[in-house]
Antibody
Framework: EVQLVETGGGLIQPGGSLRLSCAAS????????MSWVRQAPGKGLEWVSV???????YYADSVKGRFTISRDNSKNTLYLQMNSLRAEDTAVYYC??????????WGQGTLVTVSS | DIQMTQSPSSVSASVGDRVTITCRAS??????LAWYQQKPGKAPKLLIY???SLQSGVPSRFSGSGSGTDFTLTISSLQPEDFATYYC????????FGQGTRLEIK
């Protein structure tokens, strides 16, 4: 069974850093495109970042220069390193496997709250 | 960026009703479109990919159509478990989403 489990969320002060993890099972992270998508409380969905199977990475303008997507092939895990966090980064962060038709298959999400 | 506009933003309907939600892209995206259902406190669930392909395990009362810039999601006969928020997503480039359509019980 394909499964994605995100961890690492929590309460963090503005300017702080946090690393989210997404442990995958039932498929190989490194052979797939993998994305992070976030949802602010009561709001819609916003794409954050993608890592391609070849290793190329891309980011939304809102997080470029502050967030870094990566993966550990030995652990079959995707990461999102978030630095210089702002209040507007408060959201549930979902990791997702990108399918053949670029559709998204989602984990359960982890909540990040940026507040003093 | 490709903008996605959903309508309506909310709709009230009864069990057994037929409901249609539309999604318009700001430029042509061929059939690179997906639909998701989201219930409160839960992750989005994939319903439709490639504009009209039903994801495995999704009931056949859900269907999608369209290509280019105009797309629809139809629920042929609403069931109690279908009351949720629905999002479209363009997959032609880095993903962007519609603002969501909240489907409420009348």
């Amino acid at each position: 069974e394909v499964q994605l489990v995100e961890t690492g969320g929590g309460l963090i002060q503005p300017g702080g850093s946090l690393r989210l993890s997404c442990a995958a099972s039932g498929f190989t992270v490194s052979s797939n495109y993998m994305s992070w998508v976030r949802q602010a409380p009561g709001k819609g969905l916003e794409w954050v970042s993608v890592i391609y199977s070849g290793g190329s990475t891309y980011y939304a303008d809102s997080v470029k220069g502050r967030f870094t997507i990566s993966r550990d092939n030995s652990k079959n895990t995707l990461y999102l390193q978030m630095n210089s966090l702002r209040a507007e980064d408060t959201a549930v962060y979902y990791c997702a496997r990108v399918g053949w038709f670029r559709e998204l298959l989602w984990g359960q999400g982890t909540l990040v709250t940026v507040s003093s | 960026d490709i903008q996605m506009t959903q309508s309506p933003s909310s709709v009230s309907a009864s069990v057994g009703d037929r409901v249609t939600i539309t999604c318009r892209a700001s430029q042509g995206i061929s059939s690179w479109l997906a639909w998701y259902q989201q219930k409160p406190g839960k992750a989005p669930k994939l319903l439709i990919y490639a504009a009209s392909s039903l994801q495995s395990g999704v009931p056949s009362r859900f269907s999608g159509s369209g290509s280019g810039t105009d797309f629809t999601l139809t629920i042929s006969s609403l069931q109690p478990e279908d009351f949720a928020t629905y999002y479209c997503q363009q997959a032609n480039s880095f993903p962007t989403f519609g603002q969501g359509t909240r489907l409420e019980i009348k």
